[in-house]
């Protein structure tokens, strides 16, 4: 049974939230490098995008409890996601008409669009933290447990307990489907298939009589999808904090180099690749390693390779080890 | 003679202060070849840029069918029944050679399945590797494909920019018969060349270029057997 | 307007700003803005060689300004000698066989060449120094940190003067840049942009957590100062009296002097910097930095090193943050690490040099100074905005809300003016000669 036990804690504490917790990430990336792989530049504001499309899920979700609407068992938040995205697109289609756009007609060096989204990311900070205030919100009222830890002892006999959290399951799934929907799009669909074109080559899809246009407006739209989930189903499964998702922004841009800047499907190793580092790396192992060594070899410190605060440290790591191996990410992204 | 289906003259513009056309005249007959040959330098790629809009002109028109089309720009001189293929950077490498010919048709909104057949059939090799992505594929089958691309939009006019530039000589060989095939379908070729001598073998009328200047001007015939034209620019 | 004038004309504007805060608010809080506004432009400074000069993007400011806060504890601080008898030596001892592994590591990496197996070796070495590195550390660790943990708990400092905490702050900063420019300079731009967030936020996070170092989040507090203390001046006859002869209340000029002579300290400092950086940007070395910057390819061209100029440059401005860091703690008295956050200590101090004008020296004293000023006078003016578009509502949810998200406005503001700058006069207030 130990082994067994041994495995369920491992899955308990690491394999289940990192995938969670994967899963968001890779969905930030995703906005990340659609961003560069259409506009061209690393969006700094990418963390408070995901911060204000939350946000304005949340204040639907608000709307949506006190006129008594519920899912039931999911959280209400996954009914107001659409008055979010479209909250969030409103805001980057403006952003673009009244900043971006300038800088793209000009073709501006992309250093100089990282500063401008520095600015956007001021912008953006402010408003979100203007309107809902810089406290932390938990805005899930859904069932807490799909599988509490109780419940599965009970059903296996086990001496450890295997919590699979709603939100977590909740992620998963929400990932995958827009991940899938994203794929589609992008490989089967007219527009889709015009922004791959654009993000390979832009003068010969300008050629091609692609809009250059109708492209990016079609981007903005998709990441403001892609942020919005990504910060509704973190701030479900963690909670809903301005200043957590700006922190954001460091795994989100290792996630998407680690993957290969610009490459959607390395958006998406990436942001497991960090995510499962980060959770290893800073999990106390004592209870896994305890049941699986003999009694006389147990060991009393906590068996973790590094503090929680350091997780930060290990998406640096990562993201350092693949700039001096591998520059242009596992998937071979665009960046020379 | 009957004007031109496409005719660039007198043209002179550059992209600063300095031209680098000078009262340029470049033509193409209905289903004929054109191309333009020249030293390094001589202007040849910026004189089929300036047919294309691409180049600002100070001076000189172009028309297409005998209407004036200078002022468009060149996305809609593609409307317009021109196509333009790149010296280089002339494919989206991380799409399949099928996407790359989709794209080509961007703006069509018919059924493109039998201008792709076509294409196909023009380049048998495409076709066997229509689901591979672009960017794997050798030199000359990249060629193809931006070739390829071109022609879906179904084309009056199509402009080649140094097709043969870094392909082997056999697949170069085989390239230019491909583009007189195309030119046996009606559509209208204009070329640049850095290989003059096979370009003037399968030209209608060639385009010697000198310093943004026409230089000399004639059948491929002649301007292969004008000693002058040899001496200067074929190495004997 | 006449360049030459512009200058001076810019900065009589913001002096007389501060004139004004003293005015009508106090000279107190003037001075305060003064001071802090002083520390910023010599931040800015820095951020300005690295983007101005060469166009390097570092966003982790903060990371070094909060070593050169590390530095202002380590050199002022008394030793805790309990805490080095319970430790000291197993803590530096690991600290040796950290960087003994790394080093080993990478030598092991170059020496091995292309043989087959290099990266298992040099991951078994790094994977052992890190076994024993943990070993020596944990224990060491929690000796330390059981030393009277309310009152101390870590290992304290040298017990030096503070102001010699300042080169050193530049010196610890310059070393994580050389650390960040060995791996991140000659990729592109934007990742430079990233190793430099990411580091920033790991040496908060060793500040954080390292108690045995910095205390953590215990803080520490009561810095010595190189400035006499206001109880001090007020137990000195001899300064009361003469305040009271001038017609001040000794009470306020004894906190107005000290400030003052913090400010007297910081524009010496600022001065020398700016005669220094001045020299070089006109100097061949600077002229080539331009030149780089302006066109990366033809330098490489001409023979130039251009990563080794950007690692000169990159840690020289990173030097300069530590620097200002190591001042700035010294003027709060205080290590406080909760305190270091990003968009506070990195991307405002962007929107000082964006808005002073990147390239330019004094833009970016002008704009560090600048920039503070509004950052502190932003939230009154804020609140004082709200107030009055409040006046007429009831009171209620709404109106509470409107008050309450004043405090906000500064950043919305910083984001706006920064855009605007970039839109309007991308070369900032001082322009690039």
């Known amino acids: 049974m130990e082994p067994l036990n041994a495995l369920v804690a491992f899955s308990n504490f690491v394999v289940i939230p990192a995938t969670a917790y994967g899963a968001q990430l890779a969905l930030g990336a995703l906005g990340v490098t659609l961003i560069y792989g259409i506009l061209r530049f690393s969006n700094f504001a990418h963390g408070d995008t995901m911060a204000f499309g939350a946000m304005g899920t949340i204040l639907a979700t608000w709307a949506l409890q006190a006129a008594g609407v519920s899912l039931g068992p999911l959280p209400t938040a996954l009914l107001a996601l659409p008055v979010g995205i479209a909250a969030c697109a409103v805001l980057l289609l403006l952003t673009d008409k009244l900043v971006y756009k300038f800088y793209r007609a000009r073709k501006v060096s992309p250093v100089l669009l990282v500063i401008v989204s520095m600015g956007v990311m001021f912008v953006y900070n402010g408003l979100v933290r203007f309107v809902i205030g810089v406290d932390d919100q938990n805005f899930d009222d859904g069932a807490r447990y799909l599988i509490g830890a109780i419940q599965f002892r009970q059903m296996t006999g086990l001496d450890e307990g295997l919590a699979i959290r709603t939100s977590q399951a909740i992620t998963v799934v929400t990932a995958v489907v827009t991940v899938a929907i994203l794929f589609w799009f992008l490989n089967h669909t007219r527009t889709g298939k015009s922004m791959r074109a654009f993000s390979d080559n832009e003068d010969l899809a300008l050629l091609s009589g692609i809009s250059p246009d109708r492209v990016v407006r079609v981007t903005w739209l998709i990441v403001a999808a892609l942020a919005t989930i990504a910060g509704v189903l973190y701030g479900l499964d963690k909670s809903f904090k301005p200043f957590t998702y700006f922190q954001l922004l460091l795994p989100v841009f290792a996630a998407a180099i680690v993957g290969g800047l610009g490459s959607p499907i390395g958006a998406i190793a990436g942001g497991f690749v960090i995510a499962f580092s980060e959770v290893t790396l800073t999990y106390a192992f004592k209870k896994v390693a305890n049941y699986l060594l003999p009694e006389s070899l147990e060991i009393d410190g906590l068996a973790q390779l590094l503090a929680t605060d350091y997780k930060f440290a290990v998406s640096f790591a990562i993201l350092v080890i693949v700039l001096l191996f591998r520059p242009t990410g596992l998937f071979r992204g665009k960046s020379a | ?236 | 307007m006449n360049p030459s004038l512009r200058t001076p004309l810019l900065f009589l504007a913001v002096a007389a700003l501060i004139v004004l805060v003293g005015v009508l608010q106090s000279w107190n809080v003037a001075l305060g803005i003064l001071n802090m506004g002083l520390v910023s432009a010599i931040m800015a400074l820095g951020v300005n060689m690295q983007w101005g000069y060469a166009g390097l993007f570092n966003v982790g400011v903060m990371g070094f300004v909060a070593l050169g806060g590390l530095a202002a504890v380590i050199v002022s601080m008394p030793p805790v000698d309990a805490a080095w008898a319970a430790g000291g030596a197993r803590v530096m001892a690991a600290m040796a066989v950290g960087a003994a592994t790394i080093a080993g590591a990478i030598f092991l990496w170059k020496r091995l060449g292309r043989r087959s197996g290099r990266g298992l070796i040099v991951a078994a070495v790094l994977a052992i120094g890190f076994v024993v590195y943990r070993w020596l550390l944990g224990p060491a660790v929690d000796a330390i940190e059981s030393v009277d943990p309310a009152a101390t708990g870590y290992l304290g400092g040298l017990g030096l003067p503070i102001v010699l905490a300042w080169p050193i702050g530049g010196v610890l900063a310059a070393g994580a840049a050389w650390i960040v420019g060995k791996t991140a300079l000659g990729l592109r731009s934007d990742y430079l942009a990233i190793a430099t967030l990411g580091i920033a936020e790991i040496i908060i996070a060793v500040l954080k957590n390292e108690d045995w170092l910095s205390r953590g989040v215990k803080n520490v507090i009561g810095l010595p100062r190189p400035v006499p203390y206001e109880v001090d001046l007020q137990n000195s006859e001899a300064f009361v009296t003469r305040m009271s002869d001038w017609g001040f209340d000794p009470v306020t000029a004894s906190t107005i002097t000290v400030k003052l002579a913090y400010a007297g300290l910081f524009v010496l400092v600022l001065i020398v910097l700016l005669w220094l950086a001045q020299a070089a940007l006109a100097s061949p070395w600077g002229r080539m930095m331009r030149a780089i910057r302006d066109n990366e390819t033809a330098a490489e061209a001409m023979g130039k090193d251009v990563t080794r100029r950007h690692l000169q440059v990159f840690i020289l401005g990173s030097a300069l943050c530590g620097l200002a860091g190591a001042m700035m703690t010294t003027l709060d008295g205080q290590l406080v690490p909760t305190t270091y956050q990003p968009l506070r200590f990195t991307f405002l101090i962007w929107v000082m040099v964006i808005v002073g004008g990147s390239g330019n020296n004094f833009g970016a004293v002008l704009g560090g100074i600048l920039i503070w000023f509004l950052w502190v006078e932003v939230e009154p003016l804020g609140r004082w905005v709200m107030d009055n578009v409040t006046a007429n509502l009831d009171d209620g949810i709404l109106k509470q809300r409107l008050i309450d998200s004043a405090a906000h406005m500064r950043l919305l503001t910083m984001g706006v003016l920064m855009l605007v700058v970039l839109r309007f006069a991308p070369r900032g207030l001082i322009p690039e000669r």
Not at chain 2, 25 to 35: C, L, M, Q
Not at chain 2, 44 to 65: C, E, H, I, N, Y
Not at chain 2, 88 to 110: C, H, K, Q, W, Y
């Open chain 2, 1 to 236: 003679m009957s004007e031109p289906v496409l005719i660039g003259s007198g043209m002179t513009g550059g992209y600063g202060a300095a031209d680098i056309l000078h009262d340029c005249t470049i033509a193409v007959e209905k289903g004929r070849i054109s191309v333009i040959v020249g030293p390094n330098g001589a202007g040849k790629s910026t004189a089929m840029k300036a047919v294309f809009g691409m180049l600002p002109l100070r001076q000189g028109a172009v028309r297409l069918d005998g209407h004036d089309i200078t002022g468009l720009s060149p996305q809609d001189r593609v409307a317009q029944g021109m196509a333009f293929v790149p010296q280089t950077r002339n494919i989206f490498p991380s799409m399949t050679v099928e996407e790359n010919l989709e794209m080509g048709a961007f703006l069509r909104r018919d059924d493109i399945a039998g201008t792709m057949e076509e294409v196909y059939h023009l380049f048998p090799i495409l076709a066997e590797k229509r689901h591979q992505p672009t960017g794997e594929l050798s030199g000359g089958q990249r060629q193809q494909v931006a070739v390829g691309r071109a022609l879906m939009t179904r084309p009056r006019i199509l402009m080649l920019d140094e097709p043969t530039a870094g392909v082997s000589p056999i697949v170069m060989d085989e390239l230019f018969d491909r583009i007189i095939e195309v030119a046996r379908t009606g559509i209208s070729i204009l070329m640049v060349e850095q290989n003059a001598r096979q370009a003037l073998e399968i030209a209608d009328t060639g385009y010697v270029l000198v310093q943004g200047r026409n230089a000399y001007t004639g059948s491929g015939a002649e301007l292969l057997a004008d000693p002058e034209v040899r001496r200067s620019f074929l190495g004997g």
